[in-house]
């Protein structure tokens, strides 16, 4: 028996010390309860072993290959070597992925303009065929992730999946992409946690209708900075941390969702009846302007689209995850079932509990008809118990889901920036991809995405419509990442794709493709006004600001990077029987 086959036999019951060798070799201290000889071979039992044993340098690359984890054996294989440290379990994946899509993400902010344009009827039953088509955008991801788990996955993946001619401009654009989609994705964060905040301490100081105190858009922007700035601190200095955060995230917000769904419906003096929520169907066009029915459900159906994304994090985290070709997979189907769920339900106890609608946007309401979830909750308990308090505290819930969130998406945007700024592609790259000595994160990519972040927050002192702006960029950049790789696994056949332990097999060219015409469709539906007539206070600048952006990395492209930047670079060169060393 060889040494290798030794250690394998015995892996269970011993535990062995590599030790590093000048000439070469390594030695392993001897192994408990297998006597062996200085070639390695196992000896009769009761013979004597010596305290250090030659492991011959042939195996030294099979031993090492043997007890490497699964993920890191297929970044090897990717060519890439394991700089991060590895230490996130399944829970701890699928948490920080759960608290990136976060159940209140979409639901609280864009709940009641969803309901101003089609009713109940749009935002109840928009959510379950979101729900639907969301699945199939997870099921592709999953494939991929399970294929290429590398930090900034869908990034290689698009590079891969692409061949030697298209890849780099797949990866080029599918990194640019996520990176704005990110970026903006911290930003709708900390704006929702900032908007929540601010309502939060105006039912603290006595309601809109009271005197209470509503933060002017000086003190809103210096929140939202702090907001941010906090989560670039913690994703610098403190990674364990946030795995134990986001591991009380998933708590917080499962617990916290399941409560708001048990207790309004019974603290509500009165409650909708089914006929209102499920079927009930009114255009707001008074407010809106928007006189087509059709196309005011397709605006209705916002708040679920702008829900139901980001559980690609655990494609961003797979470097760090143990197991990440099929923890990362199951992370991120895990955490679509769970904000399918708990989401649907939260909305229809939104809805269900609604005791005035013609008062939720009354700007003269308690919470001056900004902010129409705090004002059914107000309705809710002041109409049971005279005060706020239960509001407050199911306030301070919402709010803490954005915190988790924000913290989250922190952590995947910066992660996308090293492994883009790792190949080159960013300018400074050396800067962006260096990794923190002590704390091994990317602490410079924290800070540069942090930074951008900010400075998308400074139209808040002059325009109402910064959230709208956000989350269609957001929506649009992040969803937008994920059709080049699902596009090109679309045309890729099967033979020429190295599947991972998540493999869907025949059915997965036809998966893609209704996932990837989904995406175009959702990328369109946020490009369109909102309101009408189109004014500069009520204008959806996100096309603007993307046109911008993207027309200089495009740009920039065309004129330099088309030159050099070949995709993914690899740093090590692993040959995989039957395949080429990969990317080419």
């Not at 011959?56 to 054996?73: H, V």
């Not at 759960?98 to 749009?122: D, E, K, N, R």
């Not at 309502?199 to 002017?216: D, Q």
């Not at 893609?512 to 309101?531: D, E, K, Q, R």
Request: net charge neutral.
């Amino acid at each position: 028996m060889t040494a290798l086959e030794a250690v394998s036999c015995s892996a269970k019951n011993m535990t062995a010390r590599i030790v590093m060798n000048d000439g070469g070799p390594f030695f392993l201290d001897a192994w408990k309860d297998v006597p062996h000889d200085v070639n390695g071979n196992l000896m009769s039992p009761g013979t004597r072993a010596p305290k250090n044993s030659l492991v011959k340098q042939e195996d030294r690359a099979a031993l090492e290959e043997e007890m490497m984890d699964s993920g890191e054996r297929r970044l090897n294989q990717l060519g890439y070597k394991q700089e991060l440290r590895r230490e996130m379990t399944l829970f701890k994946c699928l948490a920080i992925t759960f608290s990136t899509v976060t159940l209140f993400t979409g639901i609280v902010p864009l709940y009641g303009s969803s309901l101003m344009y089609a009713g109940p009827v749009g935002v109840v039953w928009g959510w379950v065929v979101v729900t639907f088509f969301t699945w199939f955008v997870g099921f592709a991801m999953a494939e991929i992730c399970s294929s290429f788990p590398t930090t900034g996955s869908l990034y290689f993946s698009a590079a891969h999946l692409a061949g030697p001619r298209w890849g780099p401009l797949a990866s080029w654009l599918c990194a640019w992409l996520e990176i704005i989609g990110l970026i903006a994705g911290i930003g709708t964060q900390a704006y929702a946690g900032t908007e929540t905040l601010q309502n939060i301490i105006l039912l603290c100081t006595g309601t809109n209708k009271h005197g209470g105190y509503f933060a002017p858009p000086g003190v809103f922007l210096a929140i939202y900075i702090a907001l941010c700035l906090i989560w670039a601190v913690l994703n610098t200095f403190a990674l364990n941390v946030i795995a134990v955060i986001d591991m009380v995230s998933i708590y917080w917000q499962m617990v916290g969702g399941a409560v708001m769904v048990i207790l309004l419906p019974v603290v509500a003096k009165t409650t909708q009846p089914a006929s209102y929520v499920f079927t009930h169907f009114e255009i707001g066009d008074a407010t809106t302007g928007i006189k087509s029915g059709v196309y005011a459900v397709l605006l209705s159906w916002s708040v679920s689209q702008y829900s139901l994304y980001g559980y690609d994090a655990a494609a961003y985290l797979t470097e760090e995850t143990k197991s990440a070709d099929i923890n990362g997979p199951i992370a991120i189907l895990s955490s679509i079932a769970l904000v399918s769920v708990f989401g649907w339900g939260v909305i229809l106890a939104l809805t269900f509990t609604i005791q005035n609608p013609s008062y939720l946007y009354d700007p003269s309401n308690e919470t001056a008809g900004r902010f129409v979830p705090a004002q059914i909750l107000y309705d809710v308990f002041h109409g049971r118990y005279h005060n706020a308090t239960g509001a407050i505290v199911l306030l301070c819930v919402i709010w803490g889901s954005f915190f988790f969130g924000g913290l989250s998406i922190t952590t995947s945007a910066a992660r996308v920036v090293y492994a883009l700024s790792r190949d080159g592609g960013t300018p400074y790259s050396r800067v962006w991809h260096k990794v923190h000595p002590k704390f091994k994160v990317p602490a410079n990519a924290v800070w540069i995405s942090v930074g951008f972040a900010i400075l998308l927050g400074f139209p808040i002192l002059r325009v109402s419509v910064v959230f709208t702006t956000l989350a269609s960029i957001c929506t649009i950049g992040w969803v937008g990442g994920y059709a080049v790789p699902i596009f090109f696994r679309m045309i890729l056949i099967n033979e020429e794709f190295l599947p991972g332990p998540f493999y869907m097999g025949k059915a997965s060219r036809w998966v893609c493709a209704v996932a990837f015409l989904w995406i175009c469709y959702t990328c369109a539906i946020f490009l369109l006004p909102t309101v009408y007539p189109i004014e500069f206070s009520t204008f959806n600048y996100a096309p603007v600001t993307l046109a911008i952006v993207l027309g200089a990395v495009m740009g920039w492209w065309v004129i330099d990077a088309r030159h050099w930047f070949k995709g993914p670079v690899q740093e090590i060169f692993v040959q995989i029987p039957g395949k080429e060393s990969l990317p080419q």
